[in-house]
């Protein structure tokens, strides 16, 4: 079983830029296809970019050419470097696989607001 726990979140200011850090435990992680994903209260969670074990990678439109999603399969993790954040990237953002096979980390809070 595979459990995640999100870093890096914090508050920035328009056109600003943060790296979320995703953590994961378990031997199989370089097999698995790995996405953040962001969900305001009340809302659903949204894909927002993911990356396959051939770091082959998609992105949402609304976050395309502002944010990368890249992995270091040795240290178990994946990053989310964003950059250009705006208002509406406002969210908690969670990693997991594009599925949402495992439990769900706390999430990292990102705040863009000047």
């Known amino acids: 079983q595979v459990q995640l726990v999100e870093s890096g979140g914090g508050s920035v200011q328009p056109g600003g830029s943060l790296r979320l850090s995703c953590a994961a435990s378990?031997?199989?992680?370089?097999?698995?296809?790995m996405a953040w994903f962001r969900r305001d209260p009340g809302k659903q969670r949204d894909l927002v970019a993911m990356?396959?074990?051939?770091?082959?990678?998609n992105y949402a439109d609304s976050v395309k050419g502002r944010f990368t999603i890249s992995r270091d399969d040795e240290m178990k993790r994946v990053y989310l470097q964003m950059n250009d954040l705006k208002p509406q990237d406002t969210s908690t953002y969670y990693c997991?696989?594009?599925?949402?096979?495992?439990?769900w980390g706390q999430g990292t809070q990102v705040t863009v607001s000047s």
């Open positions: 997991n696989t594009p599925r949402g096979n495992y439990v």
């Open positions: 378990g031997s199989s992680f370089a097999d698995l296809t």
């Open positions: 990356i396959s074990s051939d770091r082959v990678t």
